[in-house]
């Protein structure tokens, strides 16, 4: 089991930045491959990047390709997305997620979520 606490979301102007952080705490935290998603008001929960167990391997979104990047540091427990070049459709809550199976890039077949941390972005 692993318990999962986002933090870093809030209100942010078009263009701006914010770093989301996700701390891990219960099982060794390299045994999750770790991924964020975000849910949009009125829309479907959607995968946006996902990390390997060891950092090696990263995967994005093409919404968010080239603006976000995602990492980790296991010493820390912790997974980051940082996120550039903000867009008003990026508001949304984003949810951090741990697998120990697979990378989490589908949200039907992720293990463990967070509570989930509001990013707004206005125009």
């Known amino acids: 089991q692993v318990q999962l606490v986002e933090s870093g979301g809030g209100l942010v102007q078009a263009g701006g930045s914010l770093r989301l952080s996700c701390a891990a705490s219960?099982?060794?935290?390299?045994?999750?491959?770790m991924g964020w998603f975000r849910q949009a008001p009125g829309k479907e929960r959607e995968f946006v990047a996902a990390i390997s167990w060891s950092g090696g391997s990263l995967y994005y979104a093409d919404s968010v390709k080239g603006r976000f990047t995602i990492s980790r540091d296991n010493a820390k427990n912790t997974v980051y997305l940082q996120m550039n070049s903000l867009k008003p459709e990026d508001t949304a809550v984003y949810y951090c997620t741990a697998d120990d199976k697979r990378v989490p890039r589908r949200a039907v077949s992720v293990d463990y979520w967070g509570k989930g941390t509001l990013v707004t972005v206005s125009s």
């Open positions: 219960g099982r060794t935290f390299s045994s999750y491959a």
